[in-house]
């Protein structure tokens, strides 16, 4: 199970970053907070004071078009802030 899907990177996450050292990830609906804890310690190298987890439902999308209006959905995911400690940075662009 990949509990790590994306890091976030709006200009809100980015100022939070900076400011309070914390990070946005989307991550899977069925990781708890312990796992994405050790996920993150593991993947970035940083330890991780603080985890908070939001689940955000399904939103249903209307789009008008020539041939009528057309319904979809768009899928519901778990989101993850994560504050690290101090001295720690997670650096999203150093392997581009």
């Known amino acids: 199970m990949d509990i790590l ?10 100022n939070e970053s ?4 914390s990070y946005t990830f989307i991550v899977s609906k069925d990781a708890n907070k312990i796992q994405i804890k050790k996920a993150i310690e593991e993947s ?3 330890s991780v004071i ?3 987890t939001m689940i955000y ?4 999308m209307t789009k ?3 041939r009528g209006v057309q319904k979809s959905k768009k899928g519901a995911y778990k989101k993850a802030l994560v504050k690290i400690s ?10 581009l």
Not at 57 to 60: D, L, R, T
Not at 86 to 95: A, K, L, M, Q, Y
């Open 5 to 14: 899907v994306k890091p976030i990177l709006t200009e809100k996450a980015t």
């Open 18 to 21: 900076e400011l309070r050292n």
């Open 44 to 46: 970035y190298g940083v």
């Open 50 to 52: 603080k985890v908070r």
């Open 57 to 60: 439902g399904a939103q249903s």
């Open 64 to 66: 008008y078009t020539k």
């Open 86 to 95: 101090e001295g720690d940075r997670i650096d999203f662009f150093s392997n």
